[in-house]
């Protein structure tokens, strides 16, 4: 294959231009008033597609997608809340519970608030509270042998995002106990193979403010013979209803909350600047095989934006005064806001990076973490690399960028357009350094030059967010190359 390899590249305002003449020439009167928004997103070519003569055969693989679908959970906020769960799992006709947790959280008022309204409506329940803080696929699949011979008919997870996402992967496969574990998860590590018919019931009570897994399909969890972490995603996924208490982030230490609201950040960041959906390859043949990262989507944009905004504000009150329970109850409402944000638009370089940068861990125990295993959450494992990651994208989409940089209270009024991946790096580094305790770069994980090769293997498999990232290529080795720079740069900011 000759000439320069194919690179993803947000619009010219030129090529906006024209898609948008096109658009009022064929589709709409003159006075159209959705196009008087220069932000709306057009998908380029729908028009001409319509008219295009259908003699040469179409590459489906090579089609771009033309539409964008919105899915999220049943989302209930508010304090006290959870007190709720018990009506909440009679009104869904649930007899038999299998209530899912960890060690610590078994002991807090959210499972005492549990147990009581479980109780008080006389449904069955057992409890699995085993889970593992940043799960194996070990881990896994001893929860998914306790689950599967309960035969329950509703799910209850209460914990941070590790706990939530076991608590679906048990869901998933007790509903289809004759499935291989590899069935589901995301290719290449595994078959990739979609979930092919309903779940049962789950309710999530998140007692972190960070995930947002209560309103997406994504499960993730380490798979430790490839060195890697990777998962499943799949709308059927979703908990029916999440049940967000400001409440119950009270008692997350101050370092959880940093981590947390870490991901928060880069969910915000990465699905803000993602590809558009329409850029997206290829289009499915059938809407179920659709994936729930789309690309960026002007609702998903509203979801993202604002959650930035939150967490600038509110994450480094969060994380300095264990009693502002304003900050914290607003980091709850940006996590799941990001939740909403990032499950339909995705994430890209940032988490994707840190799959293999959490599961090469050369000895890295985060501050603050009260856990026998030596664990980088995964918040810190994505914003490590984000000062690196957000100027090798600048170039994608400038506006967005900056857009991006001014959440962070940045004067773009006079910047160039040309360095916008460079002010928001700036901004990002900053920011992290004044929310203290958060390693500097890689090196300070533990992590050294020699490393870099390993990383760069452990990030190539991760195509489900990475075909989401701006300016990255689509020829492998020129990819390598480029991810293997972006590892370099990561090592200090």
Avoid at 196 to 224: C, H, M, R
Wanted: hydrophobic letters at 35%.
């Amino acid at each position: 294959m000759s000439g320069a390899p194919a690179i993803r590249l947000a619009r010219t305002a030129a090529q906006r231009s024209h898609s948008l003449l096109k658009a009022i020439q064929f589709g709409h009167p003159p006075t159209c008033p959705c196009h008087s928004n220069p932000n709306h997103h057009h998908a380029p070519g729908t028009f001409s597609a319509a008219r295009r003569a259908m003699a040469t055969p179409i590459d489906h693989s090579r089609q771009k997608e033309y539409a964008f679908e919105m899915a999220a959970s049943s989302i209930r906020f508010g304090p006290g809340c959870t007190k709720e769960v018990g009506m909440d799992m009679k009104n869904l006709g649930a007899k038999r519970v299998c209530v899912v947790t960890d060690l610590n959280v078994s002991k807090l008022d959210a499972m005492k608030q549990v147990h009581e309204g479980l109780g008080k409506e006389g449904i069955e329940y057992t409890v699995y509270d085993k889970c593992r803080t940043e799960p194996k696929d070990s881990s896994i699949k001893d929860a998914i042998d306790f689950a599967k011979p309960y035969q329950a008919d509703a799910f209850l997870a209460v914990g941070g995002g590790s706990v939530i996402d076991t608590a679906k992967l048990m869901n998933l496969y007790s509903s289809f106990p004759d499935a291989e574990f590899l069935d589901f998860v995301n290719a290449p590590l595994g078959k990739g193979m979609p979930i092919p018919g309903k779940l049962k019931p789950l309710v999530a009570v998140p007692t972190t403010a960070g995930t947002g897994s209560e309103t997406t399909g994504t499960a993730i969890f380490d798979l430790v013979e490839k060195k890697a972490k990777t998962g499943i995603a799949h709308r059927n996924l979703k908990p029916t209803l999440g049940i967000c208490d400001p409440l119950n982030t009270r008692t997350m230490p101050s370092a959880v909350h940093s981590s947390s609201g870490l991901d928060v950040l880069c969910h915000s960041l990465e699905s803000w600047t993602a590809i558009p959906y329409y850029e997206r390859t290829p289009r499915p043949e059938n809407p179920l095989n659709r994936p729930a990262y789309q690309g960026a989507n002007p609702i998903s944009d509203i979801f993202s934006l604002k959650a930035l905004h939150s967490t600038v504000k509110y994450l480094p009150r969060a994380v300095k005064d264990p009693e502002d329970f304003e900050a914290q109850s607003e980091m709850l409402l940006a996590a799941t806001l990001a939740g909403v944000g990032f499950g339909n638009a995705g994430v890209h370089l940032c988490h994707g990076m840190s799959y293999p940068i959490s599961g090469q861990n050369p000895g890295y125990k985060h501050p603050g973490y009260v856990t026998d295993n030596i664990i980088i959450p995964h918040g810190v494992s994505v914003a490590v690399t984000a000062p690196a990651v957000f100027r090798f994208t600048g170039a994608s989409n400038p506006d967005r960028h900056l857009a991006a940089a001014e959440a962070f209270g940045v004067d773009v009024s006079q910047v160039k357009k040309e360095s916008a991946g460079e002010v928001l790096s700036e901004a990002l580094a900053e920011f992290l350094i004044k929310l203290g305790d958060q390693p500097r770069g890689l090196k300070q994980l533990g992590f050294k030059n020699e490393h870099i090769d390993e990383l760069v293997e452990g990030t190539i498999p991760q195509r489900r967010v990475l075909m989401l990232a701006p300016n990255l290529a689509e020829e492998v080795n020129e990819e390598r190359q480029q991810l293997r720079g972006l590892f370099e740069e990561a090592m200090q900011y």
